[in-house]
């Protein structure tokens, strides 16, 4: 290779290498956000974890249920429908404790995502990393190599090879006889 290839692609890795990098960067930021993020939820969550929500929503829908398919007095009627809307009103008070859960599970999927992808691009990175270890070897050798007077994997014209001198040896010979 000649120097001028080598040091393009020396470029190129080394520009893809910074784009890589800065991605680690954002991601162990975005790890960082995360983390504060679930540090917040923590102690909503530890003050409402004996919470269940399972229970009310069940109710909810026996209610609603009863309510449909069952023939009552208006009175009672009445009755059900105050009580239908007693425990939605629950029901929307414990919602903000579903939708902190969830946004646990979500922040929580979102750390390991992105450690996975730090990795990943740890890995490009040595691979990059020893590439351009033997590009840096090969620029190295090839300017020396010009410096002092070495050519690399070409034969200049100047030069004349053995196979040309014997040749000439050949035509004298059949020149005497």
């Known amino acids: 290779m000649e120097v001028e290839e080598i040091e393009g692609r020396v470029k ?5 290498k910074t784009k890589l990098i800065n991605e680690i960067k954002k991601n162990y930021g975005r ?3 995360k983390k504060y993020e679930e540090k917040a939820l923590e102690p909503f969550l530890k003050e409402t974890e004996n919470v269940k929500i399972g229970p009310v929503r069940k109710k909810l829908r026996r209610l609603e249920f009863k309510i449909a398919t069952q023939a009552f007095t208006p009175q009672i009627e009445r009755q059900l429908v105050k009580e ?3 425990v939605e009103e629950e029901l929307k008070e414990l919602r903000a404790i579903e939708k902190a859960r969830r946004k646990k599970k979500l922040v929580a999927q979102d750390i390991v995502e992105c450690e996975e992808r730090i990795l990943e691009i740890e890995e490009e990175l040595k691979g990059m990393r020893s590439e351009l270890k033997d590009l840096y070897g090969q620029l190295k050798t090839t300017k020396s190599g010009k410096k002092h007077g070495v050519v690399f994997g ?3 014209d100047d030069m004349v090879s053995m196979e040309d001198i014997v040749v000439i040896e050949d035509t004298r010979k059949k020149k005497d006889e």
Do not use: H, N, S
């Not at 190129?12 to 893809?16: F, P, T």
């Open 84 to 86: 239908v809307k007693k």
């Open 12 to 16: 190129e890795l080394e520009d893809a």
């Open 31 to 33: 790890i960082r956000y």
């Open 154 to 156: 070409e034969k200049p």
